[in-house]
């Protein structure tokens, strides 16, 4: 008999047409303990159904924010993560669904893998709207498409070029929240990528299945993976963010260098003046002690990077 152990982290707006379902897959696994399912201050009729649902099983577990007001996706899901009593935690979003077996695997690593502090998975795709052929084919597995060693697995993200893996693919030892602390909520848009790629930093992150889905994800109109330029727009913030939590968490120096040639190519593509930058690096560097005190500040630093192009007459053979 399986031990229920899984504490799923719902958060809910607007989801009226959708949170049935997702509410009901996860309730389908045997591997639940609990689900906690947030409403962000919703207004549509969710709040109705999921009083509803709530009322036919102890194991859903309606939250809300003070005044019932909404907050956003990360203090939804940090308000989750504060109410959560199972050894492992799981996310869904509202208009996505767990398939079955969604955890089948995920224990088994666990439990192998002695080290291990979560297991990623693939999921597919159900589209509410038309889609093209094209749209199909390049959403129908969100995935990584090669096993990765835990420790080369930050790198790997940060490029990209061996894909990456969803929030609601991953199951995470709730020990590891101590690590990596709260979503964080200043970020509207990739707060997901931010978290998992802070996690990838200090934990040791497998892959479970990454050739079949474990979870559908839902694309229509309303959410905001049918908007990719959104993350382009913030991938900039989305760095800060994972470098300023790095340079205080013991990430090592090799590392925050890898993150700052990154935000660097988006300054650079921003053309930004140079007291702009300098500006900027001024903001990012001296909050933080660590990094201001290291041979990054000096490297980073905008006239040391746009050297030869200031001083062009330097460089000429």
């Not at 382009?232 to 800060?240: A, G, T, V």
Request: include cysteine; hydrophobic fraction near 40%.
């Amino acid at each position: 008999m399986i031990n229920p152990s899984i504490s799923i982290i719902i958060p809910v707006y607007n989801a009226a047409l959708y949170v049935e379902k997702a509410i009901t897959s996860a309730l389908q696994q045997p591997e639940v303990l609990e689900v906690l399912v947030v409403n962000d201050g919703s207004t549509d009729g969710s709040d109705e159904i999921l009083q509803l649902i709530a009322s036919t099983t102890t194991r859903v577990t309606l939250l809300f924010h003070p005044q019932r007001i909404n907050k956003g996706r990360s203090a939804s899901r940090n308000l989750g993560l504060q109410h959560a009593r199972g050894t492992y935690i799981a996310f869904l979003d509202a208009d996505d669904y767990y398939l079955e077996n969604r955890f089948s695997g995920d224990l088994p690593i666990f439990e192998s893998q002695l080290d291990c502090d979560g297991v990623y998975n693939a999921i597919g795709v159900h589209f509410y709207r038309d889609a093209t052929l094209e749209q199909q084919q390049e959403l129908a597995l969100y995935t990584i498409t090669e096993r990765i060693k835990p420790q080369d697995l930050f790198e790997n993200l940060l490029l990209g070029g061996k894909g990456h893996f969803s929030i609601d693919g991953l199951t995470l030892k709730r020990s590891l929240i101590d690590k990596v602390g709260f979503f964080n909520t200043h970020l509207e848009v990739g707060e997901d990528t931010d978290y998992m790629w802070r996690m990838a930093l200090v934990a040791n992150l497998y892959a479970g299945s990454i050739e079949n889905p474990v979870a559908i994800r839902g694309v229509h109109d309303a959410n905001v993976f049918d908007k990719p330029f959104l993350y382009q727009e913030n991938k900039l913030r989305i760095l800060d963010s994972v470098l300023r939590w790095s340079a205080n968490h013991g990430v090592r120096t090799t590392r925050l260098d890898l993150i700052l040639k990154h935000i660097w190519i988006l300054k650079q593509k921003q053309e930004n003046s140079l007291m702009q930058d300098i500006k900027y690096w001024f903001n990012l560097f001296l909050p933080q002690q660590n990094l201001m005190l290291s041979s990054l500040s000096i490297k980073y630093f905008p006239i040391i990077r746009y050297r030869q192009k200031l001083f062009s007459f330097l460089y000429r053979k």
